[in-house]
Structures are given as C-alpha cells and as structure tokens.
C-alpha cells in the first residue's frame, strides 16, 4: 500500500466480522509488485506497507532495488521517516546507522565495531517496469516472466489506478472465473466461455467477450495468465481495441488487500493520434467496473462451500490451484462442490471438479526455472 492511495472505500455500511474471517494465510507464498519502477528513484527512501509490515524501498550502489524493513535495529526509528540514501545505503535518521541493500549494517558512528545486525527483507525482481517481491520460507523457485508491452512502443503509456478492499487476494483473483458476474458487472449478454489450464504456479483461462454496443455486437477474445498468486497478465482482443491489462493484487495486512491495475491499450495502427481519447473512454469504463468489483469485495464473505451453478466450476478449480501457496497441511482445499441447478436450489452439494491439468503451450513457454534469490 503506497501511503499516498488514491482511493478509500472503506467507509459506510457496519461491516459483519466474518467479512473478515478467512481460513487461509493472509500472504500466500510468491511474487508480489509493490512499486513501478519509476516510483523509486536512486535517491529516494519509500515507505511502503504491505504483508502488515513497515517497508523502505531504496537503491543500493548499484542501481538495484532493495525492499526491507523500515524499523532500526538499534533503536525503532522509521527509515522512511526522515531516512535518505548515502552512497548506496539507507541511513537512519535518527543516529546515523547506514544499511546496505542486502540489509547489513555497515556503520554505525561512535560504535567502535559496526554491530553485526541487518533489517530483514526480500528477495527483488525487477523487471517490465515493476518491482516485484517474494513472499515465502525458502528461495524463489519460479519467476515472473517480462510483460512485453510494458517496454513496446505500440502500446501507449499505462492507464494506472489503485484501490484497497477488505478482502483476502485470492478472493480478487477468484473474480476472472466467476463466469457470471461478467454479465451483471461488465455488461457481457452471458457468461463467457472460459478454458481452465494449469502448470504449477502459472495457470491461464481463456474466454470470449461479447459486448452489445449501440445495438451492435462486439466479439472479443481474452487470455488471462495468472503467474502465482499475485501477478495476472489479461490480454483482451477485438475489432476495435486490443488491451493488456496487468492485475497485480497485494496483501496489506490481514484485512486489506491492495490492486493495482495496469492497463496497456495497443496504439491505434493507422490512426495513433486517437490513443489519448480510446484511453479515456476506456479509463472511465474500466475503472468503472473495477471500483463496483470493490465495493462489492468489502462487504461479501468468504464462502468456504459456495453453491456453484455448473458453468461456475472454474471457482473451484481456481481454489484447487491457489492452495499450493499456502503451507501444506492448512486444512484450506476447498470442497466447493458444483452443483446442478436443481441441487444448487436444495443446497446438496454433491459433484465434482473439471479442470484440466493439462498446460497450454503457451502457458508452458511462459515457465522458467529457478534461478535463486537476493
Ligand atoms: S534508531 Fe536508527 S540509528 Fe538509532
Ligand atoms: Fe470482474
């Protein structure tokens, strides 16, 4: 959570406490992006607050980016309260000690040793015009891939916008398979068709998007890549627009859950003077959409069981797929059964699964090996 968010919708309606009651671990293992790129610059401290902790963010001597935590060791100070960046450290404000990227002490004025003490943090990716995370008890063993149209230039600069929900980010990324809400939200005259694959800690769905415009049907075709719990990549194609939009949903602490989206619209090709107005249609229709998503995200509960209609079996192969970052042995694997509309009216949940296991080659592709952490 950057703490400068542009939106609050956590007021109005007395909220029930199970709105916040979830079975699961508040953090799931993996990548998370907690700032673009150009939101650190060499000589900045940022004070960033995600996984219910105080964070700085700064660059080390080398231009790489650190994110650790922002409490002293020696004494409590905030870094990111009156800290600043010398030669490729953080400073504390208060006495002076200086942290290296790696969080390591390296002076500490009047100490006639440096302490040997260091601020805890995480491994740090940075890539595609962001800066990633990793959340977990061991060292990264997969990757986010680059997103190509961060650094293409038929794409335009990213439409960027940031709101907070009182609930948990499986919950958010539940939301690209909950085939109905398509209709009621995003204006789609029936739910789309989606296809469910999955390769590890990378899962993708594919669907179509009708959407009637001025009495005209408009067909489109999306692909939403989903790289471990906190990094989706949703690639929407038509006749008249082509967008990708980049979800990247972040656990504040264990009642707030941050998304950022990123969406990058594809430059008109015989017509690119008309980007600045698609993207401000589009800006007032997406967004739109998304903050009605919020506000029904800070009220609802979290149905271990949900009645699920056939077509909505994608909830509960999603569910299948996210509990690999949690701890093994939580008793949190979903048995949310799909029912059959005459057992979804008698609540009998009986039924079973229907997702593939089977990678597309795309997805495949996408996958790469581990290479070690910070
Ligand atoms: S509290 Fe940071 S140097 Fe003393
Ligand atoms: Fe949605």
Not at 110 to 125: C, D, E, Y
Not at 228 to 251: E, F, N
Not at 328 to 356: C, K, M, N, Q, Y
Request: proline share 9%; charged share 25%.
């Amino acid at each position: 959570m950057r703490l400068c968010c542009s939106h609050d919708n956590l007021v109005g309606l007395p909220r029930d406490p199970r709105a916040d009651e979830y079975p699961m671990p508040t953090v799931p293992y993996g990548w998370y992006a907690v700032l673009r790129s150009a939101e650190l610059r060499p000589d900045r401290v940022v004070s960033l607050h995600y996984f219910g902790r105080a964070l700085v963010a700064f660059r080390g001597a080398d231009g790489q980016a650190a994110v650790r935590d922002a409490h002293c060791p020696h004494y409590g100070a905030h870094l990111g309260v009156g800290g600043k960046v010398v030669d490729g450290t953080v400073e504390c404000p208060f006495h002076g000690w200086r942290f290296a990227a790696d969080g390591r002490c390296v002076n500490a004025p009047f100490a006639v040793r440096t302490p040997k003490v260091s601020l805890g943090g995480f491994p740090v990716r940075e890539h595609s015009g962001l800066i990633f995370v990793h959340t977990g008890p061991v060292a990264p063993s997969w990757e986010v891939p680059e997103i190509p149209e961060a650094g293409s230039r038929d794409f335009a600069e990213p439409i960027d916008d940031t709101c907070r929900a009182r609930i948990h980010i499986q919950e958010m990324r539940e939301n690209i398979v909950d085939e109905s809400h398509f209709h009621f939200i995003h204006g789609q005259s029936e739910p789309p068709v989606q296809d469910w694959r999955t390769d590890g800690p990378f899962a993708e769905v594919r669907g179509r998007i009708s959407r009637r415009v001025l009495g005209w049907d408009i067909n489109n075709t999306f692909d939403a890549v989903m790289y471990g719990p906190g990094v989706m990549v949703v690639r929407t194609h038509g006749p008249v627009l082509s967008v990708t939009a980049v979800a990247l949903s972040t656990p504040v602490d264990d009642r707030t859950s941050e998304l950022r989206m990123l969406y990058y619209l594809r430059k008109p090709a015989r017509a690119p003077f008309l980007t600045p107005a698609l993207k401000l249609v589009f800006r007032a229709e997406a967004l739109g959409e998304v903050h009605e998503e919020v506000r029904i995200w800070d009220y609802k509960i979290h149905q271990p069981r949900p009645v699920l209609l056939p077509h909505e079996k994608g909830i509960k192969a999603l569910r299948r797929w996210y509990a690999q970052f949690y701890p093994s042995g939580l008793p949190i694997a979903p048995s949310s059964d799909v029912a059959s509309p005459a057992e979804a009216e008698t609540s009998d949940r009986t039924g079973g699964g229907g997702d593939s296991t089977a990678p597309s080659q795309d997805v495949r592709q996408r996958r790469r090996e581990p290479t070690g952490s910070n």
